[in-house]
Each structure stands twice: as C-alpha cells, then as structure tokens.
C-alpha cells in the first residue's frame, strides 16, 4: 500500500502547518487508510467504473462551482454541498440528482473482515495539468428527520444537519483541512493496452469506504446527509481547482431496498469488483 504524503499547506488553506495530502494520482490503482478525524479509519481508493453518465452512474448528490449563481463561498474555485430533496443549496446542481438517502439503502461491504459503506465519486475536471482536483473534506450525519432546511447556504449551521457519523476534518472552522485527497481525473490507466483510460463525466474516479462502525445507534430509517468540499487547495497549485462541469457522488445500494430492475444489482456488483482490488493492494 502506497504511503500517503506529508506536505506543507499554507495557513489559509490549514489550520496547522502540516497537512496528511493522500495522493492517488499516480497511474494505477492506489488504496490508502485515512484516520478520519471522527468516526475511525476509511479505506480512499482509485475506482473505475464505465459508464457512469447520468442515468446510469445514479447519483445522490451534485455539486459545481458556483452552481445556478449561487456562492456560499464566495470562490470561483471551491465548490460545495450536501444531499436534499431535489431543492439545491451552495453548489448543487441537477434537483433530480440531489436525493435523501436512508442507512437502510447502504450495502454493507466486507473488507479484510471488517464492514464498510461505499460512496464513488465522478470528477469532471479538465484534461492535462487541470485534470487534477483536491477533495478537501467530507463529512457525513445521521438524523431520524430532513433537517436541511434549518441549513441551507449556511456551513455555519453544517452540524444542524444531526449526528456527525464519519468526517476526513473536523472541527469545520474556516476549512481546517488537514487530511485531503488530491485525485487525478484523467490518470486512472485501467487496461492500457485496450485504450481504457479515465477522465471527465462518464467515468468514475474514486471510492471512499467508510466503516459502519462509525454509525453504531443509527436506525435504519435515519437520513444519511453527506457532505462534500472541494477545490480549497488551489492556493497551493491553481490546477486543484474545481473546474470544468460537476462531480457527483453515489452510493453503493442495498439491492434489498431498491428494486430498480437489477441497476442497483450492477451497481453492487461494482463495490464487490472493487473490493478485489483493496485485498490485492492491502495484502
């Protein structure tokens, strides 16, 4: 298993001098453990997946820079936000592709014998030096009620949204961005010899497994809100900027929950295919 990177972050970006960068450029698939601030230790890995358009790739949530005008952060560069019920708050896009997810909608995945929920991002970021975006912090909550209302444009209110269950940072400060993952969009070589390559919207990038343990006293019928942030470290390299069209997030389903006419069954099929690839790596 690749190491992850110790690099010196500027104060803007991070409240301490040193930052965890966790690098998954390289070609080939890299799976690193990252300590989440809360909630324990997840699994960051290269995921590719093919297609992965609208339609297919199903998402839970949106998000582009500066989305429908609307600037929580006042950055062209940074782009933000978290699941709803299809009404858009900071840089969502798509109400259609903003839903209310359930724990009880979660697959539950082994790996090395321990259990996971899996998340997979879509990046769609320019191509040569561009292609690449950090993705700066997640942070996921529990909550038996739509609390999204009370929160809106405000990160401010962010933990209104109910239990925090699992986030790479915390607390949320400014940014306070000390663990990051600085992901390639175009790098992932999956079968060079047959020209397989990844980049741009259409074809994932990225999973991060989260272990259930971080969600112990949850019900099944409470809300998983997931919240993401991107692009905050183009102050150390403009190319980590959110560029280009949106990136977008699903889950690994429960087929036991969505009768969909077997997508959710390929869909679970991909966690499983990727799981292959973190024992290889973590062996």
């Known amino acids: 298993m690749r190491r992850a990177v ?26 690193l453990n990252v300590t989440g601030a809360v909630g324990g230790t997840a699994i960051v890995s290269d995921f590719f997946t093919q297609p992965a358009g609208t339609g297919v790739f199903e998402p839970f949530l949106t998000i582009e820079a500066n989305a429908a005008g609307k600037l929580p952060t006042n950055n062209k560069n940074i782009e933000q936000g978290y699941n709803t019920d299809g009404v858009l708050y900071m840089d969502q896009q798509r109400p259609n592709w903003n839903k209310l997810l359930r724990l009880s ?13 899996g998340f997979e991002l879509d990046a ?106 991107n692009g905050v470290h183009y102050g150390v390299n403009d190319n980590l900027a959110s560029e280009a069209g949106y990136e977008e997030w699903r889950a690994v389903v429960n087929t036991n929950r969505v009768p969909d006419g077997g997508a959710t069954i390929a869909l679970v099929g991909l966690g499983i295919a990727g799981l292959g690839v973190i024992r290889r790596k973590m062996s």
């Open 105 to 117: 909608d979660l697959a539950t995945l082994n790996i090395g014998g321990k259990s996971y929920y």
């Open 124 to 229: 769609n970021e320019p191509g040569a030096d561009k292609s690449v975006i950090s993705v700066d912090n997640i942070r996921i909550y529990t909550s038996a009620t739509d609390n999204t209302g009370s929160v809106q444009n405000n990160i401010s209110a962010l933990n209104s949204l109910g239990a925090l269950r699992w986030a790479m940072n915390d607390p949320i400060g400014t940014w306070n961005i000390e663990n990051w993952v600085k992901l390639d969009s175009a790098q992932e070589n999956v079968d060079a010899d047959k020209g397989i390559s990844n980049g741009g919207s259409g074809k994932s990038d990225m999973i991060l497994y989260v272990p259930t343990t971080a969600f112990a006293g949850a019900q099944p019928d409470d809300y998983i809100f997931f919240w993401n942030v």
């Open 6 to 31: 110790i690099v010196v972050a500027s104060g803007a970006i991070c409240g301490g001098a040193m930052a965890t960068e966790f690098d998954l450029t390289p070609a080939g698939t890299d799976t």
